[in-house]
């Protein structure tokens, strides 16, 4: 039995339950596959895939990353970045140090490298839990934007401390344009999105979301508490990692420490609270809300035709403003995030006549 | 006394110099149904914790099965195969019932993240045979219509019910109840308590719970500890403890 | 020797003015439990608001005052449309919410007053004064004074008035609090509009120090390891907190610095805090339990 | 507060969507026969007050060449502002969004106003075949053209600026022979851009004799006690100031607070400006620093700026005071080099709008002479410029001293060159690596 196909039999469970919106999944990861694979690259412009589509499936691979850590495991991390830092600067020097390793290797072992500082910063999450756990990561954020900027080696002396993709190839194959970036991202994010549902859907993803919901009971079942939480920080350092280096090399193209700085820290945090905590989905929803909303403000001022007369400088303000002032919004008027309000509206459209159907937890 | 599954010895907790367990010591047999009873803040939910190891008592020793122990992790507890249910809601809110319990089974996992992630190894056997036991579990309390429910969304009756299998799918040969009943209407409590017997007769599983309802103590009970101020002032059957004078002026005669 | 000292001086005349700004995190922290990283930017909207105004004219007590108002009109706002609409939701929310304030705050102050550097004189001199043979500037005395003051005044304001005793009762029950008649909202806004003045007061001594631009706002992130050390909710802990991390930060660099041959002060405090964490979790002074696991 | 229903999130999300795609005109050429000019901005965050006056002089010249000239050659220039916020992420979009020309116009060049962003575009532009233009803030190594055919790091970089400062240095002691023994503290952003002086400094003092002392500052700089502490106590004589945004002001505050001499501090083009020197108040009187785009209104080409833009209230200044500060004059000298190199290929290629191909030739082969220089205005604005393709930087490097009179700079020098050569194999040997590493053909002058 294929992995796709035990999915597709495995019924929906768990928080992110969505019968009457995927009835049958099987289809549904038929056509999301079509056109992640066949008709994206084939339709999309260079602008859409550089700028768009590529920004917002790699920040929601690490916006899932988290959401494992937070929504289902109910840790906090405040410091997404520096691991994702870790993943690139690591697929860096082992594309560069270890030229017989294929891209696909280098990837998770790079994964691997950032699960085991993960693990190492995550260490605290024994003794202590709530927001301060934050303290910790926090450290690692400010710790390794310093490592990778002080220490040349990382960068294998480059002036400007950046890192580049040595070689994106993969079986022959060039990836280095925009299809080819876009092909990788998709791909991989692919088979991650099936890690995390396979991790979810396992003993681990059930403990994780039992720590969160009841830790005192959790440990009284028998559940280890404390491995659990190691693992958690450790896969979702996993997850952020390879994110990273794909932020790194199928976006960016070039990357130093600082493209992983606090803000882009805040900006996982914002994407799984505005995408939804505890959805596989949900990440993608936020990713492309923090992707396109500056850019759709930035269009709209444009499209009005403000540019000619109004102060550029004013304008600008304003759409950051307006920016602030939506997220604000959404965390008031949508606490379950960006994926319960497209779940209920399209069992909205799907199904007006059904009774509410039970507030999910 | 001769097959005791669980003995303490003189056990005694405080929290910041209020005693809440007073020199505390009795059996529980094997396969009995042992209630405690005394009045709010007698120290019995102290007493369970301190059985299966959430508190660490201060003096005292415990021997459950054979094996003694001072004290002893909530884990190494569960190990053991001390099973408990909890006073105040303790489910794992946003999971379904089936996931509630499955979770319940976690000390029998024998495979490790990897397995349990790709589904090899061991893992294929443990999803097989877990399910079962879920199942069967949730069968033998009748939670089936609600298998896949979300349990915060139950009424309370049932989630305390879920509670009982989560703690009863592990197989514990200690059933550990707090106040399994508190907060329900006569009708639920006549059905919590036929479960409850239903577990010890037909499960075997000896259990330990704590109940303000004197009447359904005494026809659910084997065997009856009276707690009062963290000190024990009754202990045996329920017509000993009936007519124990201490316990009538402790509790019987204060409360009801 | 002296070298050291005078770092040591030095650092911990930093660490006073990390203090200041951690203060009025405690506040908002101890009164509706959030951490709020919009501090940096109130501090930001301060400092830019007071020079804005003594540049068109204004004399220093008019601007003063008038930036006061004007903060405590932003913590009216602020409890209106943020807070409360978010009550009762998880720290992580509260937090974000004030990200996406900060952001709101720091777009309407470059919106309203430009985004030009000023200068600042409060009319002390920042050069030194020999201090039983250490040169200590006359600017930190100053900033010390001015910090030890805005304790004094608010201790004051918290154990002696009706308002601080609403407080305190807040801080450590808020539930029962509520149940005697505390009206939160207006906590709420009380505490927001001290913290206002507090970062008004900081934005001022920090504005002075480095000029009146955008990135005082970055200040709080010097702020977050002084909390984590001195405790979320208590004063003292952040003046302690603040101390310690501005004498170990400027050791470490001139110590540590070279071996790395780098500085380290940008992580070390929280490195610093991380070891508070895991030996003591609830900082020097916190008072409130911190969870443990 | 607006409620934010489900149907109105669908609504503004497909209406965002539609001005999205809508906004995207492939077919319109309204702007057609025009030379496009994407102004990469960043009017927010904590770098806007130097991109203000920067963009406006950027602004206001290319305004002067359209409105007083009638356009370069003829052709007119058509600006699209792009807000970056001085973020790689938003940068990358303003990219995408304006490489291939837009509405009809023509991209023949792109400045991304930002060292991190030309960094992060090397690869991009490389696939694209897009010129990257960053005059004073590119990347050192891309000076080779062969490695970098679409790098072009004009006018300046860091390793000409500290031979410069050293030079200066030794002017005041005396001569290069009497630097033996000067302590020469260099006190740098910990950042790339602050740690890129080290290796040539290390070089200059291992030719000179002068101890070189290398002190770091952290991001953002707004505690420098104990750096200026560690100088005094090194017994430094002059100090290096490579300093970035708040940086600067507190460091020569911090500089008298611990009595180092202002006048021996030389700071970095970065800490060059109006906005470096004013916040630190009185004791920056006497502050000195290198200056690639000179300061001051005394230039012909800024009098007729004046005179046709500013006067006639089309300048993209709000504050007037800002007309001829040092980010201003920077506005002005990039968008020269941007015109100049439109007029080199309409020479070859004829006079209309450039592609990136005509604009990547033309690019490489400016030649401002100091003939061109006098009849541009803007003599003593800018230095010689000549690139080809072993060098996108420009023959010459220099850079003027100027100094801060306590409201203003004054100019001190004329410009002092820099000895290009000094450095210039190790560069290439940096770029034969760079091209070795990522497995790149060297381009010579027939590929």
Redesign the interface.
């Known amino acids: 039995m294929t992995v796709a196909s035990?999915i597709a039999d495995t019924?929906v469970?768990?928080?992110q339950?969505r019968a009457g919106l995927i009835g049958r999944p099987l289809v549904l990861i038929t056509i999301g596959l079509v056109v992640a694979f066949v008709a994206i690259p084939l339709v999309a412009t260079d602008y859409w895939l550089s700028s768009i589509i590529i920004p917002t499936i790699v920040m929601g691979l690490a916006g899932l990353g988290l959401n494992l850590l937070m929504g289902y495991a109910g840790l906090v991390s405040l410091g997404a970045a520096a691991f994702m830092s870790i993943g690139a600067f690591a697929t860096y020097n082992l594309l560069l140090r270890l030229p017989v390793l294929p891209l696909p290797v280098v990837l998770v072992l790079a994964g691997l490298i950032a699960a085991a500082a993960g693990i190492l910063f995550g260490l605290p999450s024994l003794r202590i839990k709530g927001f301060y756990l934050g303290a910790s990561t926090l450290g690692a954020q400010f710790f390794f934007e310093w490592l990778f900027t002080n220490f040349k080696w990382f960068s294998n002396g480059s002036q400007s401390l950046t890192i580049s993709a040595p070689r994106l190839a993969f079986l022959g194959w060039d990836l280095s344009a925009a299809t080819g970036r876009y092909l990788l991202v998709a791909a991989v994010t692919a088979l991650l999105i099936l890690?995390a549902y396979?991790?979810v859907h396992?003993?681990?993803g059930?403990?994780w979301?039992?720590i969160?919901?009841?830790d005192?009971?959790?440990?009284?079942?028998?559940?280890?508490i404390g491995r659990r939480k190691l693992?958690a920080y450790a896969i979702s350092s996993f997850f952020c990692g390879i994110a990273g280096a794909l932020w790194a090399f199928g976006y960016l193209g070039t990357a130093d420490a600082h493209a992983f700085d606090l803000d882009k820290s805040f900006q996982v945090l914002f994407i799984v609270l505005i995408g939804g905590t505890?959805t596989l989905f949900g990440s993608f929803f936020g990713a492309a809300f923090i992707v396109l909303t500056p850019i759709l403000l930035d269009r709209i001022v444009l499209a009005t035709s403000l540019t000619a007369s109004a102060d550029q400088g004013a304008l600008a303000n304003l759409q950051r403003i307006i920016f602030g002032v939506i997220i604000i919004l959404l965390l008031i008027k949508e606490p379950d995030g960006l994926s319960s309000l497209l779940r209920r509206g399209l069992s909205g459209v799907r199904r007006r006549d059904t009774a509410s159907r039970?507030?999910?937890? | 006394m001769a097959d005791a599954l669980l003995r303490l010895h003189d056990v005694s907790l405080a929290f910041k110099g209020i005693t809440a367990l007073n020199r505390l010591s009795f059996d529980v047999e094997r396969g009995e149904i042992c209630a405690l009873i005394g009045p709010n803040g007698a120290g019995k939910s102290s007493l369970l914790n301190v059985i299966?190891g959430?508190y660490r008592a201060n003096t005292g020793d415990i021997v459950f099965d054979g094996v003694r122990f001072e004290r002893i992790h909530?884990?190494k507890?569960?190990?053991l195969g001390i099973?408990?249910t909890?006073q105040h809601n303790?489910?794992?809110?946003?999971?379904?019932v089936?996931?509630?319990v499955?979770?319940?089974l976690?000390?029998h996992?024998r495979?490790n993240?990897l397995e349990?992630?790709?589904?090899l190894g061991r893992?294929r056997a443990?999803r097989r045979s877990?399910t079962t036991r879920a199942h069967r579990i949730i069968a033998f309390l009748e939670l089936d219509p609600h298998i896949?429910?979300?349990v915060?969304?139950l009424p309370y009756g049932l989630q305390k019910r879920v509670d009982l299998a989560?703690?009863l799918v592990?197989d514990p040969k200690l059933l550990l109840l707090d106040e399994p009943m508190a907060g329900m209407n006569q009708d639920e409590k006549a059905e919590m308590s036929h479960f409850v017997s239903d577990v010890n007769e037909k499960l075997g599983t000896t259990v330990v719970l704590i109940e303000h309802d004197v009447g359904i103590v005494m026809d659910l009970a084997d065997h009856v500890v009276v707690l009062d101020y963290g000190r024990k002032v009754g202990d045996g059957t329920p017509d000993e403890v009936r007519n124990n004078p201490d316990v009538i002026a402790a509790y019987l005669g204060t409360v009801h | 020797m002296n070298f050291f000292l005078e770092t040591l001086v030095s650092g911990l005349s930093a660490g006073v003015m990390y203090s200041l700004v951690a203060i009025g995190f405690v506040l908002i922290y101890k009164a509706s439990g959030v951490f709020n990283f919009a501090q940096g930017s109130m501090l930001l909207f301060a400092s830019l608001t007071f020079v804005t105004l003594v540049e068109k004219g204004a004399p220093f007590g008019v601007a003063l005052g008038t930036t006061a108002l004007v903060m405590i009109l932003g913590a009216i706002l602020i409890e209106r449309l943020v807070l409360r609409p978010l009550v009762n939701r998880d720290a992580l929310t509260l937090f974000m919410a004030t990200l996406g304030l900060s952001f709101v705050i720091e777009g309407l102050a470059q919106l309203l007053m430009g985004s030009d550097v000023h200068m600042l004189d409060l009319g002390i001199d920042d050069l030194p004064v020999s201090v039983g043979g250490l040169m200590i500037s006359q600017f930190d005395l100053f900033a010390s004074g001015a910090a030890l003051a805005l304790v004094a005044v608010l201790s004051i304001v918290f154990n002696k008035t009706r308002m601080g005793i609403s407080l305190r009762a807040v801080a450590d029950d808020t539930l029962a609090a509520q149940s005697i008649g505390i009206r939160l909202p207006a906590i709420w806004r009380i505490v927001w509009s001290v913290a206002g003045i507090v970062a008004l007061a900081a934005g001022l001594i920090w504005g002075a120090r480095q000029g009146v631009q955008y990135s005082l706002s970055l200040v709080t992130l010097k702020a977050l390891p002084v909390l984590i050390i001195g405790g979320f909710s208590s004063i003292a802990g952040a003046i302690v907190g603040g101390l310690l991390v501005g004498a170990t930060e400027s050791l470490a660099d001139i110590y540590i610095g070279p071996l790395v041959q780098g500085s380290v002060s940008t992580w070390f405090a929280y490195i610093l805090a991380v070891v508070f964490l895991l030996v003591r979790p609830a900082g020097l002074f916190g008072d409130r339990a911190i969870e443990r696991v | 507060m607006p409620s934010l229903s489900v149907p109105t999130i669908i609504l503004a999300g497909a209406l965002g969507l539609v001005a999205l795609t809508g906004s995207q005109p492939a077919s319109a050429q309204e702007h057609k026969g025009e030379q496009l000019y994407p102004l990469f901005t960043y009017r927010t965050g904590p770098y806007a007050p130097s991109f203000i006056p920067f963009g406006a002089g950027n602004r206001d010249y290319l305004r002067y060449i359209n409105e007083v000239e009638g356009g370069v050659d003829g052709v007119k220039i058509f600006i699209q502002e792009c807000e970056t916020g001085y973020t790689i992420e938003r940068g990358i979009e303003c990219y995408e969004r304006y490489k291939n020309g837009y509405d009809g116009a023509l991209t023949a060049a792109i400045y991304p106003h930002s060292s991190g962003l030309d960094v992060a575009l090397t690869d991009k532009a490389r696939i694209d075949k897009i010129p990257i233009v960053s005059p004073g803030g590119g990347q050192n190594i891309a000076t080779d053209g062969r490695v970098f055919p679409y790098q072009y790091p004009l006018i300046f970089d860091y390793w000409s600026e500290a031979q410069i400062v050293v030079d200066y240095i030794a002017h005041q002691v005396g001569g290069t022979d009497k630097l033996k023994g000067v302590k020469i503290a260099t006190l740098y952003h910990d950042s790339g851009y602050g740690r890129d002086t080290i290796e040539p400094l290390d070089i200059l003092s291992k030719k000179f004799g002068f101890e070189d002392i290398q002190i770091p500052v952290p991001h953002p700089g707004e505690q420098q006690q104990a750096q200026w502490q560690q100088i005094r106590q090194a017994g430094a004589d002059w100090v290096f100031l490579r300093g970035w945004g708040v940086m600067t002001p507190v460091a020569i505050k911090t500089a008298a607070r611990v009595g180092f001499p202002v006048n021996h501090i030389i700071g970095d083009i970065w800490s060059g400006s109006e906005d470096d020197a004013r916040p630190a108040g009185g004791v920056a009187k006497g502050y000195l620093a290198v200056s690639v785009f000179p300061p001051g209104t005394d230039y012909d080409i800024l009098k007729k700026l004046k005179e046709t833009i500013i006067d006639t209230g089309k300048s993209d200044l709000k504050d007037d005071t800002k007309f001829g500060t040092v980010y201003y004059n920077y506005g002005v000298i990039e968008a020269i080099t941007f015109v100049e190199a439109l007029r080199t290929g309409h020479r070859k290629f004829g006079n209309h709008p450039l592609t990136a191909a005509e604009g990547q030739w033309a690019l490489e082969n400016l030649a401002i002479d100091d003939q061109r220089i006098a009849a541009l205005g803007a003599k003593g604005l800018i230095s010689p410029l000549q690139t080809s393709i072993a060098n996108h930087k420009g023959e010459t490097i220099a850079a003027k001293i100027i100094q801060w009179d306590g409201t203003r700079w004054d100019t001190l020098t004329d410009w002092i060159k820099a000895d290009t050569t000094l450095f210039a194999d190790v560069i290439r040997a940096k770029a034969a690596a760079y091209a070795q590493e990522k497995g790149l053909v060297l381009r010579t002058a027939s590929n």
Not at chain 2, 90 to 96: E, N, P, Q, S
């Open positions: 035990q019924p469970r768990g928080v339950r890690l396979a991790i396992s003993r681990v059930r403990e979301m039992a969160r919901d009841q005192t009971a959790a440990a009284v079942i028998g559940i280890r693992l505890a039970a507030p999910l937890g | 299966n959430v909530p884990l507890a569960a190990d099973g408990r909890f303790a489910l794992f809110g946003r999971l379904t089936i996931e509630n499955l979770a319940g976690a000390r996992g495979a993240f349990n992630i790709f589904r893992d443990e877990f896949e429910t979300v915060s969304t989560r703690a592990a």
